[in-house]
């Protein structure tokens, strides 16, 4: 033991003392690992095919209220996006502290949404907008002619732990994609749900992704990400097959979260397994097309991390765009083992 304290005290004495500047470097490579994760989710985003109408029927069926709208156009767009000669359209709608980013592409135009989408085909996504009383909102959603998805809404069963006592109801906006409005009883979800203060609709829970293996997801989201598991359920039964409209729904759910913002859900089908995979041609102006805004203080380093763990880049690494319109400077799109785009951004 002597001999061993020695020889460590002898290396210590002949091993000379970092130079300030190594110091600063040191601790600048401290940083940007710690920063190369994900501090918050942000907006989610989706493209739309009129404008003018998807912002109406948010705006006037559930009760956002728009924030901004302007226009992004110029070379580091079209890279960012990946869509050369792109012009976009974007507004921003706000529900509580909740945002929701629509995009509609001046040219050139994308492709619509299959007729025969299902809830367990790999390109779903949605979000879960919260609701003070299901049966209110139902009736608002009836009033406005909402196309249904769930026959009616479901009341999760209570043999469920973590589900039991959720009521919830799929439909689809204009351009087809699926929405969800959710209802938690006391006791689940945020405690910031139960204090509606009059409102009906509320804000944005989470955004739900289909995905193939909860695994490898999480090997994206959590181990590249950062995101940490906040909630996990098995959900099945005749009221999950007649809110997703699959008949044999099994899901596995796993929920994960940032620092701040909106969740990520996963909803892997452990039945039926026949959901489709993402067309490998999707593009930013095709309305099936969602993006994840997630926020890095340290964007190169997380490209570089994921690009190493051989995610796929839509945009040719971090990109730096002419103006700050939008809330950033910098950033990139990749896509996640399903296909589904998290846009990473450096806000201003």
Do not use: C
Not at 56 to 71: C, E, H, M, P, W
Not at 82 to 101: A, I
Not at 161 to 172: E, K, L, T, V
Request: hydrophobic share 45%; net charge positive; proline share 8%.
């Amino acid at each position: 033991m002597k001999l061993t304290r020695l020889a460590v005290l002898t290396l210590a004495l002949a091993t000379p003392p970092l130079r300030a500047q190594q110091m600063r470097s040191a601790r600048a490579v401290a940083h940007a690992a710690r920063g190369a994760v994900v501090a918050a989710v942000g907006a989610i985003a989706l493209t739309v095919s009129d404008m003018d109408r998807s912002v109406a029927f948010y705006s006037s069926v559930l009760r956002f209220q728009k924030v901004g709208d302007t226009i992004a156009a110029g070379e580091g767009y079209d890279r960012l996006q990946g869509v050369p000669g792109s012009r976009m359209r974007v507004v921003r709608l706000r529900l509580g502290v909740d945002t929701l980013q629509l995009m509609a592409w001046a040219g050139p135009p994308g492709r619509p949404a299959p007729a025969d989408a299902r809830s367990n085909d790999r390109w779903f996504q949605h979000v879960a907008i919260i609701v003070s009383d299901m049966d209110s909102a139902y009736a608002v959603l009836q009033a406005h002619g909402v196309r249904r998805v769930s026959p009616a809404p479901q009341r999760l069963p209570d043999w469920n732990p973590n589900a039991g006592g959720i009521r919830a109801f799929y439909f689809r906006d204009p351009d087809d994609h699926p929405l969800e409005i959710l209802q938690f009883p006391a006791g689940k979800g945020d405690p910031k749900w139960q204090r509606a203060e009059g409102r009906l609709f509320l804000g944005i829970d989470h955004t739900a992704i289909v995905v193939a293996s909860t695994d490898a997801s999480l090997r994206f989201y959590r181990d590249l990400l950062g995101l940490r598991i906040a909630g996990t359920s098995l959900n099945y039964g005749p009221e999950q097959e007649r809110l997703n409209n699959v008949p044999g729904a099994r899901l596995r759910i796993t929920s994960l979260r940032a620092p701040t913002g909106p969740g990520i859900e996963f909803l892997e089908y452990v039945s039926p397994r026949d959901g489709r995979p993402a067309p490998a041609d999707e593009r930013a102006n095709d309305l099936v097309h969602w993006q994840t805004i997630v926020a890095s203080s340290a964007p190169e380093p997380l490209a570089a991390r994921l690009t190493a763990a051989g995610a796929r880049l839509v945009s040719p690494g971090v990109v730096r765009v002419e103006d700050r319109a939008l809330g950033f400077d910098r950033g990139f799109l990749v896509r996640d083992p399903d296909g589904h785009v998290v846009q990473v951004i450096a806000p201003n």
